[in-house]
RNA sequence: CGGGGCGUAGCGCAGCUUGGUAGCGCGCUUGCUUUGGGAGCAAGAUGCCGCAGGUUCAAAUCCUGUCGCCCCGACCA
């Protein structure tokens, strides 16, 4: 019996085990968190019934659940693109293959898992045609009919689509062959302006993460290693989730020329001459849900943070046959819903624990218990999601009281995230730290570099990390690169990431 | 792509070694009683045993092939 068998029979034996000793409490217990954090999350993912597999390995199924957290995200972040003066377009799913390989970097990078359609019923296509893994392409051969003067710049496009990547390993949220995303893409007179929307869209990215899924990030650039095919620059916002792995949440791409060049963009400056325009693109895609659950959930599953929560607050009603119970739960949902919050009333016939805990699952980030002796007492127990704090509310006090409590959960969820982060990222001066730091566990390091991809490749090859960006709040650890010793250009953060 | 494991009711699994009427728990349906942390009793319904061949009087069980999923590793804009 091999090694990795054995270990497969006592997880499983475990498994076994411990679903026999929760039989009795439910079917449906996760995985502990620090246990098996992998398990934990597919776990989650099927329980709260954010997702269902489909007959496509790679693509599932979102279900309502789920939907409805994508739903919320779109809502806001399409507000924030268009406050930032973006338009909404849309493009086609199919990318005839000449236009794909204009640019050369472009198609090499995402040839490997790129999706054909050949045929149209049963007659072969004269040419075979992509199915979209990013739209770069398309919207370039657009704007090569649309940008003609100065006067037509800028472009600042936007388009919410799925695209198909032909992952090998896939994940839910994570990485599927299909995914949900939104993708920017402008246009600008001027490289200038063009950097500027580079980092002013990843400044969005970062504030949504930041004031809205309270998830801190680190913003800065991605190495020439990692930066997206065809870009000059990537920039990105990396996530630390549970465990101490980096999760890219957004990134935001400098074009430079090179693409205008390729597709013969070109418009006629102020100065009557023909100029080359300057490029961006950014997005964000369902991923941003896998950053959510693996940065808040806990071993009672999924806690979601109140902006995007499609059920902000759950009414359980406790011995709701009683005459008045009922009438009490649901005269505070519509209180609730009246101050503008999401609010359930769970009035179907289970049992108030079962609810609780289903509820919890599903990280519904308050609950609110209303039985006989609250009505008697004119008041009602409202319960944190995140550290179970209950609280007495006077029924008069509800539309004050229920906000500051989701307001102080959000905090609670900025500060665990941020101080699992600091207590996981290390700043290294030199190689012994550096080693000694990843072997104490999973994290954010930190170190100068001397910006060459040899010592990039080393850290690889002899410490299996990889660098997840180099920050714009640079520090000054050392003078030195950490691997060869000569001056240190940079500080990167390096991890391993999702 | 390499190594390992698993496909039996909606879910989790037993049965396979040694072939002989398809099982258990949860869930589901109906009724009654319950309700402040995953309720109780009673009566029900649900299976091409992944798929295709083969051996046999007889296959969930043995043999061959095949498809799918999971885990570990490699790869991964």
Not at 118 to 135: A, I, K, N, Q
Request: glycine residues 6%; contains cysteine; negative net charge.
């Amino acid at each position: 019996m091999s090694l990795s068998s054995i270990i497969h029979w006592s997880l499983t034996s475990e498994r076994k085990l411990n679903n026999m000793a929760n039989d009795k409490k439910t079917v449906e217990a996760i995985t502990p968190i620090n246990e098996d954090f992998g398990r934990w999350y597919t776990d989650i993912v099927k329980n709260a019934e954010l997702i269902d597999y489909s007959a496509v390995k790679g693509c599932v199924i979102l279900r309502p659940y789920g939907y409805a957290i994508w739903e919320n995200i779109q809502k806001i972040m399409d507000g924030m693109f268009k406050d930032t003066g973006h338009e909404n377009v849309y493009m086609p799913i199919f990318i005839p293959e000449s236009l794909l390989q204009k640019e050369k970097d472009h198609v090499e990078g995402f040839a490997p898992e790129v999706a054909w359609v050949t045929l149209g019923g049963s007659e072969e296509l004269t040419e075979r045609l992509c199915v979209r893994p990013t739209s770069e392409t398309l919207f370039c051969d657009h704007f090569a009919h649309i940008i003609q003067s100065y006067r037509d710049l800028p472009k600042l496009y936007n388009q919410w689509c799925s695209v198909v990547r032909w992952e090998k390993t896939t994940r839910p949220f994570l990485r599927s062959r299909e995914f949900l995303w939104q993708e920017g893409h402008t246009m600008h007179e001027t490289r200038e302006q063009a950097e500027q929307e580079t980092q002013r869209m990843l400044e969005v990215y970062r504030n949504f993460c930041e004031k809205y899924l309270k998830m801190p990030v680190i913003s800065g650039r991605k190495t020439d290693k990692e930066k997206f095919a065809g870009a000059v620059a990537t920039y990105t916002i990396e996530a630390m989730m549970h465990d101490g792995k980096s999760l890219q949440s957004g990134t935001s791409h400098f074009f430079g020329d090179g693409f205008a060049r390729a597709f013969d963009i070109k418009f006629t400056a102020r100065d009557n001459t023909l100029q080359y325009p300057f490029q961006t693109s950014w997005g964000v895609s369902t991923r941003i849900i896998g950053a959510i659950i693996m940065t808040h959930g806990d071993d009672s599953g999924l806690i979601l943070p109140p902006a995007i929560a499609p059920i902000q607050v759950v009414v359980v009603p406790v011995a709701q046959h009683k005459p008045g119970v009922l009438e009490a739960a649901s005269s505070l949902r519509d209180r609730l819903k009246a101050a503008g919050l999401r609010v359930l009333l769970d009035d179907s016939d289970q049992s108030p624990g079962w609810k609780f805990a289903q509820h919890e699952m599903r990280g519904v980030p308050l609950r609110i218990e209303i039985g006989p002796r609250d009505i008697e007492a004119g008041q009602c127990v409202a319960v944190r999601r995140d550290n179970a704090e209950k609280t007495v509310v006077a029924l008069s006090e509800l539309e004050v009281r229920v906000p500051e409590l989701l307001s102080t959960l959000e905090d609670g969820l900025y500060e665990r995230a941020l101080s699992n982060r600091e207590s996981r990222t290390y700043a290294c001066k030199n190689f012994k730290e550096l080693e000694s730091a990843v072997k104490s566990g999973p994290g954010f390091y930190k170190t100068m570099w001397c910006g060459d991809e040899a010592c990039e490749l080393k850290l690889k090859e002899q410490l299996d990390i990889s660098s997840r960006c180099m920050p714009f709040e640079q520090e000054n650890l050392s003078d030195v690169c950490p691997v060869c010793g000569r001056p240190a250009k940079h500080m990167v953060v390096w991890g391993s990431a999702y």
